[in-house]
């Protein structure tokens, strides 16, 4: 089987951002699940796993991945580094994979028939916005360490040295809406925020229609929560105005523990099935380890905030459920080296 049948969710999905990218013949290799392309000397894939069924729904993972540097013994300088920059990072997490021993931009989105017009056209968004942030990091981040790209080459036309003109434009075609007041500021679809945060969060603030607030349990230290902030009142510093969602976890750790953290959480999120939407990433945002989101003003649609903060508040319950089993593991350490 080929994705090109586009027989599945999936694989329509996969053929409307092949579509919309259109990659270049000489710059394309065709897989069963999906399709890689060379943009430049680094490659991005874009793939689908198999559909799951859950709740009378089948859900199918669509993923976009783009190469950016090796570690190369650095792991601690560029750990710090990257995940800084992922604070305003748009639409991908940082992922790095130790076999390869390759830092990567990631992105998936959790596709199903209810959702499938907006995650089509925020996921090829993230595709093209993933290029431009993976590319312009590169360049930001080999000026700065002996770092090297994460260079492949295509099977036929070997490495590509010249870089496509869609690598630079990204952001280009979201500036203009980003100059507007957000797309979110006073919309009635706070209230259907409101909702769901009655719902699953631990206690919530009523939102203004501007901004809404909201608590998760943090069953590590029952004293703190999760704290889940969602706004239309921070623009993104290159793009300009939209929604912002930031998960923050109340742990006190090093910029380095934090950086370190992130990943983990990025990777755990990457490989494991938890139907919350990879559209940004864990990161150091003003010193502590947070989730960050941003959809800008060009890609407002009915229906993408609620969906967001539901899957947002699935990410506090899991990353409560992670850092809890983390505290059982630890005691349990401990009290077996004691006994010991």
């Known amino acids: 089987m080929s994705w090109k049948s586009r027989e599945t969710l999936g694989e329509q999905l996969v053929g409307e951002v092949f579509d919309l990218t259109a990659p270049p013949h000489e710059w394309l290799l065709n897989q069963p699940d999906g399709f890689a392309w060379w943009p430049g000397e680094m490659a991005q894939r874009v793939w689908t796993e198999d559909g799951i069924f859950q709740n009378g729904r089948t859900y199918y993972r669509v993923h976009c991945e783009t190469d950016l540097v090796k570690g190369r013994n650095q792991r601690d300088q560029l750990d710090a580094m990257l995940e800084c920059e992922m604070d305003h990072c748009l639409f991908s997490c940082l992922v790095y994979d130790q076999r390869t021993d390759v830092y990567r931009l990631h992105t998936c989105v959790y596709a199903e028939g209810?959702?499938?017009?907006?995650?089509?056209?925020?996921?090829?968004?993230?595709?093209?916005?993933?290029?431009?942030?993976?590319?312009?990091?590169?360049?930001?981040?080999?000026?700065?360490f002996h770092s090297a790209h994460a260079t492949s080459a295509h099977p036929v036309g070997g490495l590509r040295e010249d870089r496509d003109p869609r690598v630079n434009q990204g952001p280009d075609s979201f500036i203009a809406a980003g100059q507007q007041p957000s797309r979110w500021l006073d919309a009635d679809e706070w209230r259907d925020v409101d909702w769901a945060m009655d719902r699953q969060a631990h206690s919530w603030q009523k939102s203004d229609k501007r901004s809404s607030l909201s608590h998760f349990y943090?069953?590590?230290?029952?004293?703190?929560?999760?704290?889940?902030?969602?706004?239309?009142?921070?623009p993104h510093p290159m793009i300009g105005n939209g929604l912002h969602f930031t998960l923050t976890v109340p742990l006190k750790m090093s910029p380095k523990h934090v950086a370190y953290m992130a990943l983990e959480l990025n990777e755990h999120e990457r490989s494991t099935w938890l139907k919350t939407h990879m559209l940004g990433s864990w990161c150091d945002h003003n010193g502590a380890l947070s989730f960050r989101l941003?959809?800008?003003n060009a890609l407002y649609q009915e229906g993408v905030m609620h969906e967001l903060s539901v899957s947002m508040a699935g990410r506090a319950n899991w990353t409560n459920e992670y850092f809890y089993a983390k505290k059982v593991e630890a005691e349990?350490?401990?009290?077996?080296?004691?006994?010991g």
């Open 114 to 144: 209810e959702n499938a017009q907006w995650t089509t056209k925020l996921f090829h968004s993230a595709a093209r916005l993933q290029l431009f942030s993976a590319y312009r990091m590169v360049d930001k981040v080999t000026q700065q």
């Open 218 to 234: 943090w069953a590590a230290d029952t004293d703190h929560t999760i704290e889940l902030l969602i706004t239309a009142d921070e």
């Open 294 to 296: 941003f959809v800008p």
């Open 332 to 339: 349990r350490a401990r009290q077996s080296s004691a006994q």
